[in-house]
T-cell receptor, first 111, second 115 residues
């Protein structure tokens, strides 16, 4: 069966450290992968997109990698801040702009 | 995202009632989507529409129907609500003419409780 797993339901890290979130998938062949941030009571907000032929993408303090052999994406937040505390969702795109979402990882950055 | 507006934000109703959730957008996007979000299950696609005349079922369409009244409006109906439809519902849009792979833009959701 198809499955998208995000490494853990919750992750706590100290301010200033790098947070690394994992997204693993099985039985999908995604053409691209997107990462979203979701705050309590709000809808998801798009952060980054990486295509299957790209190894890495960066945006400010964010970095995403995509390994189609391992069927895994890693999402890094460097120099983390308490304002980065949120739930982060990965989403696989297989074409036609339909996305399949993981269940999310709730990140807490401790001051 | 203030460009995608969902109404109502919260709704409590009883089993068997008909409910309509509404979504409007000012982004000018052709594609619109309805998802539900449940704890431990993530976002799941209910229906999607690539333009006014194109409606497609998603992963979990049973018990739901939709109407695309205009490019800017996409409504979701529960004809006879049941308690396991209690969830957080999200509407989203994306910009089709720029191709696939485009980000989706979400509203802030409707929290629906069915007693």
């Amino acid at each position: 069966s198809q499955k998208i797993e995000q490494n853990s339901e919750a992750l706590n890290i100290q301010e200033g450290k790098t947070a690394t979130l994992t997204c693993n998938y099985t039985n999908y062949s995604p053409a691209y992968l997107q990462w979203y941030r979701q705050d309590p009571g709000r809808g998801p907000v798009f952060l980054l997109l990486i295509r299957e032929n790209e190894k890495e993408k960066r945006k400010e303090r964010l970095k995403v990698t995509f390994d189609t052999t391992l069927k895994q994406s890693l999402f890094h937040i460097t120099a983390s801040q308490p304002a980065d505390s949120a739930t982060y969702l990965c989403a696989l795109g297989t074409g036609a702009n339909n996305l399949f979402f993981g269940t999310g990882t709730r990140l807490t950055v401790i001051p | 995202d203030a460009d995608v507006t969902q109404t109502p934000r919260n709704r409590i109703t009883k089993t068997g009632k008909r409910i309509m959730l509404e979504c409007s957008q000012t982004k000018g996007h052709d594609r619109m989507y309805w998802y539900r979000q449940d704890p431990g299950l993530g976002l799941r696609l209910i229906y999607y529409s690539f333009d006014v005349k194109d409606i497609n079922k998603g992963e979990i369409s049973d018990g739901y129907s939709v109407s695309r009244q205009a490019q800017a409006k996409f409504s979701l109906s529960l004809e006879s609500a049941i308690p396991n439809q209690t969830a957080l519902y999200f509407c989203a849009t994306s910009d089709a003419p720029r191709g696939d792979n485009q980000p989706q833009h979400f509203g802030d959701g409707t929290r629906l409780s069915i007693l």
